[in-house]
């Protein structure tokens, strides 16, 4: 029903910056909320940051506050992740995922609240 497809993803140096981006598509016929995930190499899968179907919420982990931004464009189906100041730690293949939502100000956490998910993009940040 919905497809996400990530891109953006690269190789950078600490202190540089990427924007992700993630493309929707596919018929829906509920308002979703969007959000970003990451999962490093033999680690759990993690929230990253999440915003609401209208854009008025977000919320983000600790250890990204401040320095990354979600955002979305439900015109173009488009949902964004601005990161900037990027660490080593921030290393990991960046999922986003759509999750199901009667409400346009829902921003869902957890993995299993997800309906959707995108194949990941790697995000390398050397030292």
């Known amino acids: 029903q919905v497809q996400l497809v990530e891109s953006g993803g690269g190789l950078v140096q600490a202190g540089g910056s990427l924007r992700l981006s993630c493309a929707a598509s596919?018929?829906?016929?509920?308002?979703?909320?969007m959000g970003w995930f990451r999962q490093a190499p033999g680690k759990e899968r993690e929230f990253v940051a999440t915003?609401?179907?209208?854009?008025?919420?977000?919320y983000y982990a600790d250890s990204v506050k401040g320095r990354f931004t979600i955002s979305r464009d439900n015109a173009k189906n488009t949902v964004y992740l601005q990161m900037i100041s990027l660490q080593p730690e921030d290393t990991a293949v960046y999922y986003c995922?759509?999750?199901?939502?009667?409400?346009?100000?829902?921003?869902?956490?957890?993995?299993?609240?997800?309906?959707?998910w995108g194949q990941g993009t790697q995000v390398t940040v050397s030292s």
């Open positions: 596919g018929r829906t016929f509920s308002y979703y909320a």
């Open positions: 995922a759509a999750a199901r939502t009667a409400s346009t100000s829902h921003t869902p956490i957890g993995e299993y609240t997800y309906d959707y």
């Open positions: 915003i609401s179907w209208s854009g008025g919420r977000t």
